[in-house]
């Protein structure tokens, strides 16, 4: 059956900058990745250019400095980003818990939020270390985080994007069709 959406050559790139955010084990980094395979852009992941900076592994920085010093390596990190072009960013599952964050990367481009249940999060994220999910309890401290930081997602976000159950190329193909939708609207919005 023939498609309603417009023809357009896979080379045409709707945007040439963008970020991801959402919480942990969303898959931002993976998707970030293939996103940025598929639009022929680099790809910075904020978490391991904090990494680089610190020359520390975040659980080392978080439990030799605290999160305040990640927090603030972080929003540097954000701020370095935004003078790059031509790239994806895929930011670390707090990162738009700061108003300033968010404020930065939506002034420099769209922000999609990538979001998957909490059952989904839990088996995404259990098998590597995220310090703040180092207790009893994991599954129940994701609800809970994810309870206190929706609002925050919400304000980031120019659109959000499911990652529950569905392959990881699938999920690309979703947000390029969202970016264009996101581009033409902008476009309509600056002719108004
Ligand atoms: N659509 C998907 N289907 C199946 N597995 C996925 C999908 N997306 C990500 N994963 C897997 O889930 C795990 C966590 O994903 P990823 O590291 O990309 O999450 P993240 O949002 O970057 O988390 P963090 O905020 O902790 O950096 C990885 O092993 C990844 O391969
Ligand atoms: O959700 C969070 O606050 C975090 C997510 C990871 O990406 C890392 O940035 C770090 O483990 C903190
Ligand atoms: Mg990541």
Not at 47 to 62: G, K, T
Not at 94 to 110: D, F, I, W
Request: hydrophobic share 40%; glycine share 6%; proline share 4%.
């Amino acid at each position: 059956m023939a498609s309603s959406a417009p023809r357009r050559l896979r080379l045409e790139r709707p945007v040439t900058w963008l970020a991801l955010a959402g919480f942990m084990g969303t898959g931002k980094s993976r998707i970030g990745w293939e996103l940025s395979r598929r639009l022929g852009l680099n790809f910075i992941d904020t978490d391991r250019v904090v990494e680089r900076v610190s020359c520390m592994r975040i659980p080392e920085l978080f439990e030799l400095y605290g999160e305040a010093v990640f927090r603030d390596y972080e929003s540097e990190v954000v701020r370095r980003c935004l003078r790059l072009d031509e790239a994806v960013i895929s930011t670390g599952g707090g990162t738009v818990m700061r108003e300033a964050n968010r404020r930065m990367l939506l002034s420099r481009g769209p922000v999609i939020v990538l979001t998957a249940s909490p059952e989904t999060i839990y088996r995404r994220t259990r098998r590597h270390k995220r310090p703040l999910l180092e207790i009893g309890d994991p599954e129940g401290r994701i609800r809970e985080l994810l309870n206190a930081r929706q609002s925050a997602y919400d304000a980031a976000a120019s659109f959000h994007v499911s990652t529950d159950g569905r392959h990881s190329s699938d999920v690309v193909e979703e947000i390029v069709e969202k970016l264009w939708a996101w581009r033409e609207a902008r476009e309509a919005e600056r002719r108004r």
